[in-house]
């Protein structure tokens, strides 16, 4: 049996609503899961809103409403995008939530026997944005003057009582725990600016604050809530039963566990730092990989709201659907690099891809089928030819595809997936069951056969893309459930189907031809 597998967004801070940005991580993860599920393993995934920090408490305060009440609306609309988009998460975390609290607090105390936390004063920048600190070392001076932290964002000088936790002592473990475990950080360009930030040096982290109060209590300094990182990376241990379910806990946090985090960019200082010298210092297992995706830009532009170019993931899954949207998002952006988007690429890539390569081999092949045989199943007599067609497509759905989610390349699996498509093209092409009607109708029979089963055995692949499409393709072909893995996919069904007397209806388009919104036509 493999191991099962947790696998985890980052939780989103609820200020704003979420933008297109948080879903293209959802459908990351989602694919990666919905895949891993496919092969057969034990997933556990989870996702989130990260509710505590100065940040939430400061817009709360700016609206005159509670943190509490802010984050319990603003949380809503995660979930929602999540629904909508068709994110197979099993658990939504809210860092509010008081199992989450015992959680960070038991972190905490396990780090505290551990010795790594002390009393002192902090005096330093801070990002309320980034909810960071940052060495005077790192900033960058804004066009008024300003500091300016490497994210763009403004700093303060802070001065609190603080508790900090004994990063520096760190600083080997992490580098031999970099070089012991090389996939530890992907892709191997953010590995490298890590290995260069702990290689120059690591300070002790101040990890509480004095000045509010919207957070996780430490335990036994009442005035004290922990510095809101400390509690968000927790939200994975917390989904995982800690402290107070051993049993959950050995099964999706264990050492040596299959573990992956998929994470921004931005923070893979926080994941790939911060977070395993905490894990090690409350000696718990670390995660196996940290996945620092790119940005998602809006025509090559970064998004941000004085531009009035945030995408909101609700209209473009109503415009464009939400299958399109979840193909085009994993299609075009190689995952790790910045991607960009815009209505036209959108298009262009649904129609040609999901609706030419794909979406009209089923059609055309299923429509035949229940127009020249009644839709009967067509009688299979292979010959060399559909032998090696199957045999490729089998290759792609049973190998390359699942291959490629599981090393974390949705667009490798995408790609492998629509090579496939594009030979089943090609044979229909040549093989011309059109005209094999009036010439050679056994042979026609055995090239639609074989059509079945490839457009079967790629909807079933295709399907921690576009679950939904794929899933009501597969319910019109009369695919049986157990079929839809990528361990169970064979022939054997189609013999069963085909002796039960299946009769195939004339399918609906899958992927109706998108058209340019009218309002990017005008841009
Ligand atoms: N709350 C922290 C994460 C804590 S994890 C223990 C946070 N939240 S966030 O809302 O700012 O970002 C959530 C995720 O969305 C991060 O992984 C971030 O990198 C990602 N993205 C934010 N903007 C993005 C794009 N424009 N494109 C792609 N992903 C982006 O950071």
Avoid at 166 to 183: F, I
Wanted: proline share 7%.
């Amino acid at each position: 049996m493999p191991k099962p597998l947790t696998i985890t967004t980052a939780i989103s801070y609820p200020n704003g609503r979420p933008h297109i940005g948080h879903a293209y991580e959802a459908i990351a993860t989602d694919a990666i899961a919905r895949a891993a599920r496919m092969s057969g393993r034990d997933v556990f995934f989870q996702t989130g809103t990260d509710e505590h920090g100065l940040k939430v408490a400061q817009t709360a305060r700016t609206k005159g409403i509670t943190p509490n009440a802010f984050v319990d609306e603003m949380s809503s609309y995660f979930k929602e995008m999540d629904d909508i988009l068709n994110i197979s998460y099993d658990r939504f975390i809210r860092t509010s939530e008081p199992a989450h609290h015992a959680a960070s607090q038991a972190i905490w105390e396990a780090m505290a026997a551990n010795g790594d936390l002390y009393l002192d004063r902090y005096e330093g920048w801070y990002s309320v944005r980034d909810e960071a600190y940052y060495d005077e070392s790192e900033l960058s001076e804004g066009a008024d003057g300003a500091k300016l932290s490497p994210q763009g964002t403004p700093v303060e000088w802070t001065i609190e009582e603080s508790w900090f936790f004994r990063l520096s002592a760190y600083q080997q473990k992490l580098l031999d725990l970099y070089e012991k475990q090389p996939d530890f950080i992907q892709p191997e360009s953010r590995r490298n600016e890590i290995l260069r930030f702990v290689e120059g040096g690591l300070r002790d982290l101040s990890v509480s604050r004095t000045s509010f109060d919207w957070g996780v209590k430490v335990p036994g300094s009442p005035d004290h809530v922990m510095y809101v990182w400390v509690d968000a990376l927790t939200n994975y241990l917390t989904g995982c039963g800690y402290p107070s379910d051993p049993e959950r806990l050995e099964r999706y946090w264990s050492e040596g566990g299959d573990i992956v985090h998929i994470i921004g960019k931005d923070i893979v200082r926080f994941h790939t730092v911060y977070w395993p010298a905490f894990l090690m210092s409350a000696k718990l297992p670390l995660p196996r990989t940290v996945f620092g995706h790119g940005f998602l830009l809006n025509r090559g532009e970064k998004m941000s709201k004085s531009l009035g170019n945030v995408a909101d993931p609700k209209d473009l899954a109503e415009t464009f659907g939400v299958d399109p949207l979840r193909y085009f998002l994993l299609a075009e952006v190689s995952f790790g690099n910045d991607g960009s988007y815009s209505a036209e690429a959108i298009v262009h890539k649904t129609n040609t891809e999901l609706g030419n390569a794909f979406g009209n081999l089923a059609q055309r092949t299923l429509s035949f089928i229940a127009k020249n045989l009644e839709g009967r199943l067509p009688v299979p007599a292979p010959f060399p030819e559909d032998e090696a067609l199957l045999a490729t497509v089998h290759e792609a759905t049973t190998c390359a595809v699942p291959q490629a989610f599981a090393s974390l390349a949705p667009q490798d699996a995408i790609q492998a997936w629509l090579r496939a498509a594009y030979a089943c093209n090609a044979y229909i092409d040549a093989q011309a069951p059109w005209a094999l009607r009036k010439t050679d109708p056994a042979r026609m029979e055995a090239v639609l056969a074989t059509l079945y089963v490839a457009i079967a055995d790629l909807a079933i692949a295709i399907s921690p893309v576009i679950p939904a499409s794929a899933g009501s393709l597969l319910d019109h072909m009369g695919i049986p459930a157990e079929v839809r893995s990528y361990g169970a996919l064979g022939t054997d069904w189609y013999t069963d189907l085909h002796s039960r007397g299946f009769v195939v209806e004339a399918p609906k388009p899958l992927f109706p031809r998108l058209e340019m919104p009218v309002e990017a036509q005008a841009e």
